[in-house]
């Protein structure tokens, strides 16, 4: 496993999601820095801390420098020039977990053409910077006349968006055959770790790999299942996580597109986070499924983890989410079983309806 310091936001729910993305991305964080600001014009950090992450490189030597925030090209450059190590901001690393979980051939192209866009964004910036030197992350640019770097990288853009485009087709042909055999589908969504894989798994009695890593899910997986003595098909999709970029769900739009022709959408929550994780969680997921186009009225939202909670304080996160009001919610547990049985009969009776 390689090594990071990780440079994040002094809130502690931030500092847990920025471990577990370097976990995630098998990166084991040997010092963490926290502030309270990380978008100061030259560094993203102020320049009094240079210093200090200078000290802590010789001392503890990391293979990177891991930034909990998005960081200009000028803003990376000036921080690996001056530290002389490969700076990642959040979302390359996000990228190298993506490209770590990616598995089948849709997945990988998804993952590549999330990684293009994030390149093409900074194609000509990192081209002119490589020119004042070459700095870790920069290395080999300046040998590219900068139109030439940025054609090439549209070029493979188009390459790969045909190639999903093609598995797009597959894709299409198996949801007409579905519906002809009059299939009701289920999606599982949520924000990563809130345990959908889990439920997949005791709905479907399967072995997909479930883990607190996140992004465990990238392609979709479905299976078919019994409601009510139905047979109906259910769907694991891949998880959400807050400052996902609209290029990287555009990216992933093959599978995320399944969410808009599922009959119910179960929007897992994971009811064992801190009220304030918990509404930030909730808000970063259902922003997002109204950016793919999912309708709310699909939605059933499912508060997991819930086999230790009591029975008030699960009200009050109904409330501090706004569920109460027409909305559909229930307290399950994908580990114990809690209240499953009560789910599928929700399901059941919206299907009758």
């Known amino acids: 496993m390689n090594s990071a310091i990780l440079i994040t936001y002094n809130e502690d729910d931030v500092v847990r999601e920025a471990l577990a993305l370097c976990d995630s991305a098998d990166y084991k964080v040997l010092h963490s820095i926290k502030q309270d600001f990380l978008q100061a014009p030259k560094y993203g950090i102020s320049t009094g801390k240079i210093q200090e992450l200078k000290d802590i490189i010789i001392s503890a030597k990391p293979d990177v ?35 770590k979980r990616s598995s089948n051939a849709e997945s990988k192209f998804q993952v590549n053409l999330a990684q293009l866009r994030y390149e093409m964004s900074r194609a ?62 289920i999606s599982l969504a949520g924000y990563t770790s809130a345990g959908k894989t889990t439920l997949f798994n005791f709905l479907t009695d399967e072995k997909q790999d479930e883990s607190n890593e996140l992004f465990t899910t990238l392609s979709t997986t479905t299976r078919r299942v019994s409601i009510n003595q139905e047979a109906v098909l259910i769907s694991d999709t891949v998880g959400f996580i807050s400052k996902l970029p609209a290029y990287m769900i555009e990216a992933f739009n093959s599978t995320l597109e399944e969410l808009l022709y599922a009959d119910i959408v179960l929007v897992m929550i994971d009811a064992s986070d801190t009220l304030y994780e918990l509404q930030k969680k909730f808000k970063s997921c259902f922003k997002t499924l109204n950016e793919i186009g999912v309708e709310s009225y699909k939605m059933i939202f499912v508060l997991n983890k819930s086999e230790l909670l009591d029975e008030d304080y699960i009200l009050e996160i109904v409330d501090k989410l706004g569920l109460r009001e027409d909305k559909k919610w229930i307290a399950i547990s994908a580990v114990t079983g809690k209240n499953v049985k009560e789910l599928k009969k929700l399901i059941a009776k919206i299907f009758q309806n």
């Open 124 to 185: 000509k910036e990192k081209v002119r910077l490589s020119r004042m030197g070459e700095q870790p992350g920069f290395m080999g640019l300046g040998m590219f006349e900068v139109d030439v770097y940025y054609n090439d990288i549209r070029r493979r853009i188009v390459n790969t968006k045909s190639k999903l485009v093609k598995v797009g087709k597959q894709r299409e042909l198996h949801r007409q055959a579905r519906k002809r055999l009059g299939f009701k589908i």
């Open 65 to 99: 420098i891991v930034f909990d925030e998005v960081l200009k090209p000028s803003q990376n450059y000036n921080l690996a020039s001056e530290l002389k190590i490969e700076i990642l901001d959040r979302e390359a690393l996000i990228l190298k977990i993506f490209e």
